[in-house]
Structures are given as C-alpha cells and as structure tokens.
C-alpha cells in the first residue's frame, strides 16, 4: 500500500514539476528558478510536514522495501527533468546541476518542515543562481 500511494504521488508531482516550468516561459533559467519559487508556496502551506520521499526512505527500515525503488526512481525522473533545461541553457554539466539542484529541493523540502522560518526555498535559489550561472549569462545557451 505505501508502494501505491508513492507510485501515484511520484507521477503528479513529476507533472507538477513540468507545469511549474512550462507556466514559466521558454527560457531554461527562468523555468529552473520557477521550481524553487513553487516550493517556497509549497513549503508555506498549511500542514506542510515536509518530503513524502525523504520521510519514506528513512522511514522504510528494510532495504528491499519496494517504496526505495519508487523514490529512487521519481529522484532520477526529476533528475532527468532538470537536466533537460539545463542541457537547453548550455551549461557544461547538466546532469551534475541538475544533482546539485535535486539536492537544493531536497533541503527546501526538509528545512521547510523544520525551519520554516529560514525561508528555505529563497535561499536555495540563490544557490541555484550560482549554479545556472556557471554557463554564463542567463538565458545565453
């Protein structure tokens, strides 16, 4: 059952990521950017309790639990995801940002449930600035 709930939660929110870049234009930078802005509505909503993936993978104490494969597996579509504006804004490593970025999300998801405060999702995207910028000018492929 946990399997199933992660399975269909993966693909909306893999479509949520899509939407969110595609609602912010053509522009690889200003879609990559958008995704921390929807975070930062994301993680201000009322009950945010932080990641389902993270919290299933430290909660699923067995290796071989199925719920493992359906986080990895979102993780890379989302990977992909990244890596694909990235390709597109020309930057020299895109599947290596697009890693960073993950782990940028992945920490909004987190401090957004424990530090809320912090304003997380700001903050990761002005790392995430550092990182589009290694291919130069915004938008400049």
Do not use: K, W
Not at 12 to 29: K, L, N
Not at 46 to 67: I, K, S, T, V
Not at 109 to 127: F, K, Q, V, Y
Request: charged share 20%; glycine share 8%; proline share 6%.
């Amino acid at each position: 059952m946990i399997a199933e709930v992660l399975r269909r939660s993966a693909a909306e929110d893999e479509v949520g990521y899509a939407q969110t870049m595609r609602a912010a234009g053509d522009d690889p930078h200003e879609r990559l950017l958008a995704v921390f802005d929807e975070l930062a509505t994301v993680i201000a909503q009322p009950g945010f309790r932080g990641c389902r993936y993270l919290a299933a993978d430290l909660a699923l104490a067995d290796p071989n639990h199925p719920g493992h494969a359906i986080t990895r597996h979102y993780r890379e579509r989302v990977s992909q995801l990244l890596a694909g504006e990235l390709v597109r804004l020309g930057h020299p490593q895109p599947a290596h940002a697009a890693d960073q970025l993950l782990l940028l999300i992945d920490g909004v998801m987190a401090a957004g449930a424990t530090r809320p405060d912090s304003n997380p999702a700001a903050s990761a995207r002005e790392l995430a600035e550092q990182i589009l910028a290694q291919h130069g000018e915004p938008g400049v492929s």
